[in-house]
């Protein structure tokens, strides 16, 4: 079976140089709150460029090049912790500069790097988790590996080995990361040689903050989902405003019957996952999508009250087209966690495997969208539904948004 690894890894399938820089880092850019990241791809969709840039405005049809822009590897998605804290990785396949570089805005609301930390080779760091100013943990997924550094001095500390938790025949690549009352949770992908979950289960590692002790591998066979979290979307692991926690399970992306994706539940107060509680695409009907179901949840964002913008990719809508990276196959929706509904948000392009930039700016949650008419931004008033289309366009696809306003 030829997997597509757009929705494994984040759009990388074959190896490509670096395309970070340090001569890039001192470079004059842009100025703003508002973050975003493109891809401008070669014509197969597989390989090509990345670039983030702070802007002050996406509004009234603004265009963007990237022309004041610095460069990211093929395919990565910046990290944005609560703290302001930037981090850049560097491409996820290798390549020839392997730092995780830390960035903030500075007076000018400019990118400005702070330091940078040497990466392990093939170390396909994807997500940063901030304990505190001084301790934070970097996944390093093709290691089974997780470095606990200083965000400040970009050193350092120590090293997770997770390798001891894998599973016959899989590795135990650590996914999203999420800490909730002195625990790391860490998602363990257990992917065989093609990027596969080979049975149906969740699993999960805690350790304990305070010592990066080991406290226990929490493990799910009942529950229906497998392969929790995407494993470069930060958000794909959070928690609600009871203290509960819900995590984006991306199953086989709906590659192989059985082994299949939706939401999944740890309750406040409890580290096991919720029996009780699940949301299975192959089984969820989505309103307003013309094939019913979805096969993958990309990219989700919670807004409050159960409500979860996602981008949901469904291979039907698009079944004539081969190209996985490029097919018009992302559909934008709302999943309602609490009663367990999906719909599709009517009046927003689809868009292909790279153009799923999303985030909340204000009342609003945007879109990046890489459509048959345009490549940009859309928006959706997360209070009333009004929907504006092509309120920014830009170079390339938009593949990560974040507003600081």
Known sequence: ??????????????????????????????????????????????????????????????????????????GAYPCVCPSGNIYVFPDYTGGTELKLKRYVLNSSNQLELKGSMELPANSSAAIVVEANAEKAYVGCQSLDMIIVFNPQTMTEISRIDLSSLRNEGVAAYPG????????????????????????????????????????????????????????????SIFEDEKGDI??????????????????????????????SYCIDLTKTKVEGLSCDYLNVIMMCRYVGNGKMYAYGFAFALEPDNTNSYLAHIGVPVIVDIYNKTIKVIEGLPLTNGHGVAMGRHGNKMVYGSANTEYNG????????GDIETKVATVTGFPSFFYSFE
Request: some cysteine.
């Open 1 to 74: 079976m030829k997997i597509k690894h757009l929705f494994i890894i984040a759009a990388f399938a074959a190896s490509f140089a670096a395309c970070n820089d340090e001569k890039d880092d001192d470079k004059t850019t842009a100025s703003g709150k508002i973050l975003f990241s493109t891809t401008v791809t070669n014509p197969d969709g597989s390989t090509g460029s990345g670039y983030l840039q702070a802007v002050d405005n996406i509004s009234g049809g603004v265009n963007y090049s990237n022309a004041n822009a610095i460069p990211l590897g093929f």
């Open 176 to 235: 999203a990361l999420f800490i909730r009352d002195g625990i790391l949770y860490v998602a363990l992908e257990q992917y065989n040689s093609q990027w596969m979950p080979s049975e149906n289960a969740l699993e999960m590692a805690l350790y304990n903050v305070a010592d990066n002790k080991f406290i226990k591998k929490t493990r799910n066979t009942s529950i229906g989902l497998c392969a929790p979290s995407r494993p470069v979307d930060n958000q």
């Open 246 to 275: 819900y995590v984006n399970c991306t199953g086989s992306f709906g590659y192989i019957p059985g082994l299949n994706g939706g939401i999944a539940r740890i309750k406040k107060g409890e580290t096991d996952f919720d029996e």
């Open 377 to 384: 931004f859309s928006t959706v008033d997360i209070n009333t």
